[in-house]
């Protein structure tokens, strides 16, 4: 077993500490950038990595529908494909279930999906999702579940929540044949098959080998016979229950009476107020088995974070770096700034000339502005890797606070900069 979790140091309820995975070491808390189709929209992945992330998501309902798990499998793996040699968290699709809902259909057995590409029908069982990330080799796996969004009758909550512990039962059950196939089998594993072979469908090449994009990366083709058997993995299960704090009891209990490697709270960020968010953590964390990371699905805003930290949080993901890049916002010690304000226009001054970003620091906002009005493609790249690098010196300043015993004192300190604001305009 390659994944270990050890607690370092707390302040409080929160906790710093280090996830051991087969491809690195991930500091905690941890802020997940999300490439959820196997990329980061407009930044590379050596700017991922110089913004300071240990992890990355990506998620398995998109990589399902394209190019499919085999096929990337067959490619020497999602760590391999993507050129990313680091720890990857896989989502198991379930988000989707929620995102999705006009195209699918939800039973007992799992969900069926009409494809948003091309309208093909797709079957998602909880037993296929482990088996996806298998073929991937995720760090981190996630069980199935059922995600719907707030506010929700208290019977639909019982109901999603009771469908996704049956689907974390039969996840755990998967995950334990997968392991047991991996460690019977070794390194003598034939690599997988595409899904078609043999029926006149079009197969990868196996014998490219192209230079990696993120150096150390092993390149696709190169070791057929590991691919999809991992190197010990560890699986999540999810809590689920609403913002109703006793079916979330309800689900906690059960998930650890099933054992998991570590346990996400899920559910949350999809339509209810922060203080109704922070309540269901703060009555669920505790719940939770102290020796295993807590992971806080889809969250958050940089507020969301600290705060959530603050009630034993470990991990958490989010779109909102790369999704308000793209759209002229960005994140900083100043508080969030609108680039697309006329304000910035004419200024030659530096975003933040104290950030480690090279794009905060040595381009004119009047330059920013400019590329973000004219829909310019370089503009978004450089604001999504501003909020890159503003995340990860987030967590960096979380981490040391919590080992320093002072992590009440940086969040002050940090909230007192986000209420003074921008610098004034020229």
């Known amino acids: 077993?390659?994944?270990?979790?050890?607690?370092?140091?707390?302040?409080?309820a929160a906790r710093t500490g280090e996830i051991a995975t087969a491809h690195g070491v991930v500091r905690t808390p941890?802020?997940?950038?999300?490439?959820?189709?196997?990329?980061?929209?407009?930044?590379?992945?050596?700017?991922?990595?110089?913004?300071?992330?240990?992890?990355v998501l990506a998620n398995t309902y998109h990589l399902m529908l394209r190019p499919g798990a085999e096929r990337i499998a067959a490619l020497g793996g999602l760590h391999a494909?993507?050129?990313w040699p680091h720890p990857i968290l896989t989502d198991s699709g379930g988000f989707q279930v929620m995102s999705l809902?006009?195209?699918?259909?939800?039973?007992?057995?799992?969900?069926?999906?009409?494809?948003?590409?091309?309208?093909?029908?797709?079957s998602l069982t909880p037993e296929r999702a482990i088996e996806m990330q298998c073929l991937f080799g995720s760090d981190i796996m996630m069980q199935l579940d059922e995600c719907i969004s707030l506010p929700q009758p208290r019977e639909e909550l019982e109901r999603a929540m009771r469908l996704s512990l049956a689907w974390a039962e039969r996840s755990k059950?998967?995950?334990?044949?997968?392991?047991?196939?991996?460690?019977?089998?070794?390194?003598?594993?034939?690599?997988?098959?595409?899904?078609?072979?043999?029926?006149?469908?079009?197969?990868?090449?196996?014998d490219a080998s192209p230079v990696s994009p993120c150096g150390g990366c092993p390149s696709p083709g190169l070791s057929p016979q590991r691919a999809g058997r991992g190197d010990g993995g560890a699986l999540f299960g999810i809590v689920q229950g609403g913002d109703d704090r006793e079916l979330r009891a309800i689900s906690a209990r059960a998930l650890t009476d099933i054992?998991?490697?570590?346990?996400?709270?899920?559910?949350?960020?999809?339509?209810?107020?922060?203080?109704?968010?922070?309540?269901?953590?703060?009555?669920?964390?505790?719940?939770?088995?102290?020796?295993?990371p807590r992971y806080l699905m889809g969250v958050g805003t940089p507020d969301d974070i600290i705060e959530a930290v603050a009630r034993g949080i470990d991990m958490f993901d989010c779109v909102l770096p790369t999704r308000n890049g793209r759209h002229g916002l960005v994140y900083t010690r100043f508080g969030p700034i609108n680039l697309r304000n006329a304000r910035h226009a004419a200024d030659p001054r530096p975003l933040d000339p104290q950030?480690?970003?090279?794009?905060?620091?040595?381009?004119?906002?009047?330059?920013?502005?400019?590329?973000?009005?004219?829909?310019e493609m370089l503009g978004a790249m450089l604001l999504s890797e501003i909020n890159l690098h503003y995340?990860?010196?987030?967590?960096?300043?979380?981490?040391?606070?919590?080992?320093?015993?002072?992590?009440?004192?940086?969040?002050?300190?940090?909230?007192?900069?986000?209420?003074?604001?921008?610098?004034?305009?020229?």
């Open 355 to 375: 950030s480690r970003c090279p794009a905060a620091r040595d381009y004119a906002r009047a330059y920013l502005h400019h590329l973000t009005k004219a829909n």
């Open 391 to 426: 995340y990860q010196d987030l967590m960096h300043g979380i981490r040391a606070a919590i080992a320093a015993g002072r992590f009440a004192e940086f969040c002050a300190a940090t909230k007192e900069g986000w209420a003074k604001g921008d610098v004034g305009a020229l």
């Open 81 to 83: 494909f993507i050129g």
């Open 30 to 55: 941890a802020f997940m950038p999300v490439g959820t189709q196997g990329a980061m929209k407009g930044v590379h992945w050596r700017d991922v990595k110089a913004s300071g992330a240990d992890i």
């Open 259 to 292: 054992g998991f490697d570590g346990y996400a709270i899920g559910g949350l960020a999809v339509g209810e107020p922060q203080d109704a968010m922070l309540d269901v953590v703060a009555a669920v964390a505790p719940l939770l088995p102290a020796d295993r």
């Open 1 to 12: 077993m390659s994944f270990s979790f050890r607690i370092e140091a707390t302040d409080g």
């Open 101 to 122: 809902s006009p195209l699918r259909k939800v039973t007992e057995e799992g969900v069926v999906f009409r494809s948003h590409l091309d309208g093909a029908t797709v």
């Open 173 to 206: 059950r998967a995950f334990e044949a997968e392991r047991s196939s991996r460690l019977s089998l070794g390194a003598s594993a034939p690599s997988p098959r595409l899904r078609g072979e043999g029926r006149g469908e079009e197969q990868p090449p196996q």
